[in-house]
């Protein structure tokens, strides 16, 4: 240890510039790569680890020719919809849209097929199919036609007639999904341990194809909703225009991350620009701690683009977090240099730091390493961008560390030393005060703290993980508004689709139909359909059943199934349902060009499966996602019959859902390792169970009472706010560390417990102080973000950080006084 001491005096107190000369060689190398730096809002970026539900939805949305690659523009006219102008305003519109060379086709109320003709049968179907824009039609019967039939109304009109949408679909090219799908084989095959070195060489040939795919996509796709946004404004002055949609959401939120890294990046920075010369007064103290933060964020920052590793909207904070960890390291080395100029003003500047580094090594690697814990702590969330967060902070966090201790006193050996700051005579900071009230009402200071504790408990077993996707976004964002104006009008926004496998093979003995005196074309025969077919008018009927129960519930919106468009077919067959033999020709006689409409997405005969797509009501407040899958599932099972294995629930409904329900898990998980950990380092760094007790109190309650706060105020845990506590200890603890480890060295000066922390709200109180002063400014600049759960992430952080500041000078002190931990008083 004294070797590597004494390589360290003469690397970086002897011989700065080769050190800065070091360092500056990586800080090249880091920036090498920063223009590979990327962003992801994708929909692997918003679900578990692993989350099969993800494979099944791609693997269903292929199947059915599904697919959620489309912009929805809802158009209001401030007149009548079934006007001349309107009708031919809408046109325009759609017409400049598909004109858009990434547009693949357009689906509105103009190009639809009305379905609705005098001369129209099962038999004239093909050619008497009419449309607006093909067919003079008049508009009110268009307008009767499109309310009267079963697929449009909540889909591409509102029931009031006042809204229409336009699909403008955004094809995917063929070559994602086949690089998606072999990316994820072999990703399989190197999970199982079954990756030979070609197929290695593969996989990292095909990740690389897919992330180069990925990002010119994304690049196309914003300047594509950019062009369709430009082609909307033309048209706001004659209605009321939205934007929604999968892509238009992806690609908003990678336009709110970048915001948001350059909006609180430069804030905080300028926040703390300003708090440092505020507090410290000399340009050294403003231009080290600056100059320290912007070098990890550097490195960071180059180490993601040289590993490819995007930001996700929740890791998105990185930049602030470490700007803010960065600094609260610097300020502790700063106020320790500034007492010691004080105390030894003869001593030179070499020495200075000599004295600060050896007092402030240690306390300040298990503040670091307290906090790296709190953030790996996250990796064992299960949520994939909770654990890409998790091990990015824990990165930056070694590197805030090193720098701090290295590039810190270079930066100070080379400058001119700051002139110390003198303090008048007789005067005290602010942070004696909380000395004082400690002393005087200690009782008042446990009692508080065993009601805010109670208070914490309660309001935690009041905190829930249903949440609104729509309520992540403020409300005059376009997401918001958009998605709204979907809920309420056009049958809801968020997709659930049920599939459900038909099971009920023929064996052998039952190839052929007609050697049961059952006629399985119209008749119900006992002991089931004998025929390999959905068509049939047995399991027609239960998937009518299923549609009808699902219509029937208040959180859904749209139902579409077969049932929808066999009640078409009904309608066309002059209002009478299609008998047993109908049925079973319906794929023989709908048009080629309506099977994508209303067959292919509802029934694959190749894979045995029958598809009911939901929309979910997003905006309704009584929404429980995970009530609703389970009522849904146990009705299906218990009360209609399906077996386990014939049912599939996919889509982002429940990709979403299983992340929710993860968090409380999680939170759980996450909180019992950091204080299991912080616990062990308490032991290890103070070597007395005691102090590791009396230290893991304050930070409890911290955690607690944001914790609390969020249930009191009846705000669900979401994939932001699920990281606070965890990351509140680990910031919290610091103060804690550096608290008890000053009381330890005050204490043994004259073995008085009152006076020892007098003197150590003096000092090390105010570097306290300090840090969380810069923590709150730093994380109060996230309320100017347009995602709510950064927001929340910003204030509860912020409020966290104080209630561990006042838990450290009152709690703390208050229980060091009440067990004595480090001793009796007056003797050695």
């Given at each position: 240890m004294r070797s590597l001491y004494r390589f360290y005096d003469r690397l970086v107190l002897t011989h700065p510039w080769i050190t800065l000369a070091l360092f500056a060689l990586v800080l090249l190398v880091a920036s090498l790569k920063l223009h590979q730096f990327r962003l992801d809002a994708s929909a692997e970026s918003l679900v578990l680890e692993n989350d099969s539900a993800l494979e099944d939805y791609r693997t269903i949305n292929q199947r059915f020719g599904a697919s959620d690659d489309f912009l929805v523009v809802t158009y209001t006219p401030h007149g009548d919809l079934f006007s001349r102008d309107a009708i031919d305003t809408l046109r325009h519109l759609r017409n400049?849209?598909?004109?858009?060379?990434?547009?693949?086709?357009?689906?509105?109320?103009?190009?639809?097929?009305?379905?609705?003709?005098?001369?129209?049968?099962?038999?004239?179907?093909?050619?008497?199919?009419?449309?607006?824009?093909?067919?003079?039609?008049?508009?009110?019967r268009a307008r009767k036609s499109l309310l009267s039939n079963p697929l449009y109304p909540n889909m591409l009109i509102s029931e009031d007639a006042s809204t229409t949408a336009i699909q403008v679909n955004l094809p995917t090219p063929d070559e994602y999904f086949d690089l998606l799908f072999r990316r994820n084989e072999l990703r399989d095959l190197e999970r199982a341990g079954k990756l030979d070195g070609e197929q290695a060489r593969e996989l990292e040939r095909v990740?690389?194809?897919?992330?180069?795919?990925?990002?010119?996509?994304?690049?196309?796709?914003?300047?594509?909703?950019?062009?369709?946004?430009?082609?909307?404004?033309?048209?706001?002055?004659?209605?009321?225009?939205h934007l929604g949609g999968v892509p238009m959401i992806a690609s908003d939120m990678i336009r709110f991350i970048q915001n948001d890294l350059s909006t609180f990046g430069v804030g905080v920075l300028i926040f703390l620009l300003l708090t440092l010369v505020v507090i410290f007064r000399r340009w050294q103290w403003v231009v080290v701690p600056i100059l320290c933060c912007g070098f990890t964020v550097w490195l960071v920052s180059g180490y993601l683009g040289w590993m490819q590793w995007p930001v996700t909207v929740?890791?998105?904070?990185?930049?602030?977090?470490?700007?803010?960890?960065?600094?609260?390291?610097?300020?502790?080395?700063?106020?320790?240099?500034?007492?010691?100029?004080?105390?030894?003003?003869?001593?030179?500047?070499?020495?200075?730091?000599?004295?600060?580094?050896?007092?402030?090594?240690?306390?300040?690697?298990?503040?670091?390493?307290?906090?790296?814990?709190?953030?790996?702590?996250?990796?064992?969330?299960?949520?994939?961008?909770?654990?890409?967060?998790?091990?990015?902070?824990?990165?930056?966090?070694?590197?805030?560390?090193?720098?701090?201790?290295?590039?810190?006193?270079?930066?100070?050996?080379?400058?001119p030393e700051p002139t110390p700051r003198q303090l008048a005579p007789g005067?005290?900071?602010?942070?004696?005060?909380?000395?004082?009230?400690?002393?005087?009402?200690?009782?008042?200071?446990?009692?508080?703290?065993?009601?805010?504790?109670?208070?914490?408990?309660?309001?935690?077993?009041?905190?829930?993980?249903?949440?609104?996707?729509?309520?992540?976004?403020?409300?005059?964002?376009?997401?918001?508004?958009?998605?709204?104006?979907?809920?309420?009008?056009?049958?809801g926004t968020t997709p659930l689709d049920i599939v459900i496998t038909d099971l009920q093979r023929p064996d052998e003995s039952q190839t052929d139909p007609f050697v049961s005196d059952c006629d399985p074309f119209v008749d119900d025969c006992e002991g089931g359909d004998l025929r390999d077919t959905w068509f049939t008018w047995q399991k027609l009927q239960r998937l009518e059943q299923v549609h009808e129960y699902l219509a029937s519930l208040p959180e859904t919106g749209k139902v579409l199934s077969i049932t929808t468009t066999l009640r078409l077919l009904a309608d066309v067959n002059g209002g009478d349902p299609l008998d047993a033999m109908q049925?079973?020709?319906?794929?023989?006689?709908?048009?080629?060009?309506?099977?994508?409409?209303?067959?292919?997405?509802?029934?694959?005969?190749?894979?045995?499966?029958?598809?009911?797509?939901?929309?979910?009501?997003?905006?309704?407040?009584?929404?429980?996602?995970?009530?609703l899958l389970e009522e849904i599932h146990s009705h299906l099972t218990e009360d209609m019959g399906f077996k386990e294995e014939q049912l599939l629930f996919t889509g982002m409904t429940v990709m979403y859902n299983n992340m929710l329900q993860s968090l409380f898990d999680s939170q759980i998980r996450t909180l019992g390792i950091v204080f299991v950990a912080i616990a062990l380092m308490f032991l290890a760094l103070f070597r007395s169970l005691k102090l590791a007790l009396v230290g893991i109190v304050p930070n409890?309650?911290?955690?607690?009472?944001?914790?609390?706060?969020?249930?009191?105020?009846?705000?669900?845990?979401?994939?932001?706010?699920?990281?606070?506590?965890?990351?509140?200890?680990?910031?919290a603890v610091d103060d804690t560390i550096h608290y008890i480890h000053r009381f330890r060295v005050e204490f043994e000066k004259d073995r008085d417990y009152i006076a020892t922390m007098h003197r150590c709200h003096q000092s090390i109180g105010r570097a306290m102080s300090y840090t969380t002063l810069t923590i709150i400014i730093g994380f109060s600049i996230l309320v100017l973000s347009n995602f709510l759960p950064t927001i929340y992430f910003g204030l509860f952080t912020g409020f966290a950080m104080f209630m561990a500041l006042m838990g450290a000078l009152m709690l703390l002190p208050r229980l060091i006084l009440l067990v004595k931990p480090f001793g009796p008083e007056g003797s050695r």
């Open positions: 400049d849209l598909a004109a858009l060379e990434p547009v693949g086709s357009t689906n509105s109320i103009l190009n639809v097929p009305l379905l609705h003709s005098p001369e129209l049968t099962l038999d004239t179907v093909e050619s008497e199919i009419l449309t607006l824009d093909e067919n003079d039609v008049p508009l009110d990740s690389d194809d897919f992330t180069a795919l990925l990002e010119r996509l994304e690049a196309e796709r914003a300047q594509t909703i950019a062009d369709v946004r430009t082609i909307l404004d033309n048209y706001r002055d004659q209605a009321e225009i929740i890791s998105s904070n990185f930049v602030s977090l470490l700007l803010i960890m960065t600094l609260s390291l610097t300020i502790h080395l700063m106020v320790r240099y500034r007492e010691y100029q004080q105390e030894n003003p003869d001593q030179d500047q070499k020495q200075h730091l000599r004295d600060t580094l050896t007092a402030m090594v240690k306390p300040c690697f298990y503040m670091a390493l307290t906090t790296m814990v709190a953030f790996g702590s996250l990796t064992f969330s299960g949520i994939r961008p909770v654990i890409d967060f998790g091990w990015m902070m824990t990165l930056g966090l070694a590197l805030a560390f090193a720098i701090s201790f290295l590039v810190f006193p270079v930066l100070v050996s080379l400058l005067s005290l900071p602010v942070t004696d005060a909380f000395a004082r009230v400690t002393e005087r009402f200690g009782g008042t200071v446990l009692i508080g703290s065993l009601v805010l504790a109670v208070l914490c408990v309660a309001g935690m077993a009041r905190l829930s993980v249903e949440n609104s996707f729509i309520d992540y976004f403020k409300s005059d964002t376009e997401i918001h508004q958009g998605m709204l104006v979907i809920d309420r009008k056009l049958g049925v079973a020709f319906v794929p023989a006689f709908l048009p080629d060009d309506l099977k994508p409409i209303l067959l292919t997405p509802y029934i694959n005969e190749e894979h045995h499966q029958a598809r009911i797509s939901v929309r979910l009501i997003d905006s309704m407040p009584e929404l429980r996602r995970d009530a409890l309650l911290a955690a607690g009472s944001v914790l609390g706060l969020m249930g009191w105020l009846g705000i669900p845990l979401d994939m932001m706010t699920i990281t606070v506590a965890a990351i509140t200890v680990g910031i």
